[in-house]
């Protein structure tokens, strides 16, 4: 079976808690602090892998998830830095976020990586917050907590040549006669319900990869019969076969089915409107091709593409028609992507905004306030000192103010509720 849509939960790990210790040793007085910093949290990452072509995996198991960093330990022992979790994904998979739809990842190459969750970094131990003025900080940090969110992942086959046409018109017919590939191949429409890829060599040093693609139907490209299914994966393929029954076992009229498929793909997607085309007369061993061969070639010529004969039942004109389809690839040139990555925005970290809570009158959000609170030890008084002066210095008590808070108001961070007090 063959999927190429997914959604995974990734969750990175958490930092490990810094420590909080002093030197203890015989004849030596006031040791000062030697607690260690915590190790970071595994990430999780996505990684292409040439020896799959499928997303089936995922049906199975949806969610990774890292470990969390080690804990510091007293003499200044950093804790253990957590194993990244790798994450195998077939090339050409796409990586969507799942809440924007904005597209993340591109992993087109084999071993190309995207770090889907980073893990969160260790906390400092109290060594680190020694100072001339406090030589025995009592307080050390809480790891930082690690990322997580849900992503869809999404395949688009990476095939140099795509054959395109309507069900029953010969696609897997002609996959199968120059290829090592065998499809399905029966006298029904949609016998091929999924890509199906083959390798064409052209000689003992150059070859390419053709994929037969499932028969379209009027309406594809509003998804009609699968239609968006089916043609996403023809978007990567350079070279488009336009495979016709010339003649017109099913009864529809060749020109009408060129223009129609056509259509649809100019529908779906304008850059595939203007992808190298080839029209390939296919049938032409049977009753009536020839005379429906004649008025073709004219249509698609004075429409400015050129066309071969072929038949895949006896392979007349197989391997001319690869030949060619080889040489069409030599001449594409390659196009913008239609849809960027998401960009990376560059925010101060420090920024943060105060809007209505939910279940509180008030909710500050931010990066570093909300990193801080989540790495905050309040049960330590030193710890909660070093909140609070933090909170000043960024400015959250006059914006809060100016935001019309009143003593007593409930105030919200992360996942921590605070009473707001004036200072006396």
């Not at 030596?28 to 030697?34: A, D, I, Q």
């Not at 001339?132 to 990322?147: I, L, Q």
């Not at 931010?366 to 049960?379: H, K, P």
């Amino acid at each position: 079976m063959f999927f190429d849509r997914a959604r995974i939960y990734v969750e990175a790990g958490d930092g490990g808690d810094g420590m909080s210790s002093f030197r203890r040793e015989k004849f030596v007085e006031r040791g000062g602090p030697n607690g260690g910093n915590g190790g970071r949290g595994g990430d999780v990452i996505l990684r292409a892998d040439e020896n799959l072509n499928t997303l089936i995996d995922f049906r199975y198991k949806r969610k990774f998830i890292a470990k969390a960093g080690g804990k510091g330990g007293n003499k200044n022992c950093t804790g253990e830095q957590a194993a990244p979790v790798y994450v195998k994904v077939p090339l050409g998979t796409l990586v969507r976020d799942d809440a924007t739809d904005a597209l993340l990842a591109d992993l087109v190459e084999h071993g190309q990586e995207y770090v889907a969750a980073k893990g969160g970094r260790g906390g400092k131990g109290n060594a680190c917050y020694a100072t001339s003025t406090n030589r025995a900080p009592t307080f050390a940090e809480k790891g930082e907590p690690g990322e997580y969110r849900w992503l869809k992942l999404e395949l688009k086959l990476l095939a140099d040549v795509g054959l395109v046409g309507y069900p029953s018109v010969g696609k897997s017919s002609i996959i199968a006669q120059v290829s090592a590939a065998r499809p399905e191949i029966a006298a029904y429409h949609f016998t091929t319900l999924t890509p199906v890829l083959g390798v064409v060599r052209i000689d003992e040093e150059h070859s390419f990869v053709l994929a037969d693609i499932p028969g379209l139907i009027e309406g594809a490209h509003d998804g009609v019969g699968l239609g968006h299914d089916f043609l996403r994966h023809i978007e990567r393929t350079k070279v488009l076969l336009h495979i016709v029954d010339v003649a017109a076992v099913d009864g529809r009229d060749p020109v009408d089915d060129f223009e129609k498929i056509n259509a649809e793909l100019r529908e779906y997607s304008e850059r595939l409107g203007r992808r190298k085309q080839l029209v390939v007369a296919n049938k032409m061993d049977l009753p009536g091709a020839e005379e429906n061969f004649a008025r073709l070639k004219a249509y698609v010529e004075e429409k400015g593409y050129e066309i071969a004969k072929v038949s895949a039942a006896t392979g007349e004109g197989l391997q001319e028609l690869m030949y060619k389809a080889y040489e069409l690839l030599g001449q594409y040139v390659p196009e913008e992507d239609e849809e960027d990555l998401a960009p990376f925005e560059e925010i101060d970290p420090d920024s943060f905004e105060i809007v209505a809570g939910n279940d509180t009158e008030w909710e500050v959000r931010g990066r570093n306030i909300e990193r801080l609170v989540a790495m905050t030890n309040f049960d330590n008084f030193e710890a909660l000192h070093r909140f609070q002066m933090i909170w000043k210095k960024l400015g959250i008590d006059e914006a809060l103010k100016e935001k019309g808070v009143e003593e007593g108001a409930t105030v919200r961070i992360r996942d921590m509720v605070f009473v707001y007090k004036e200072n006396e």
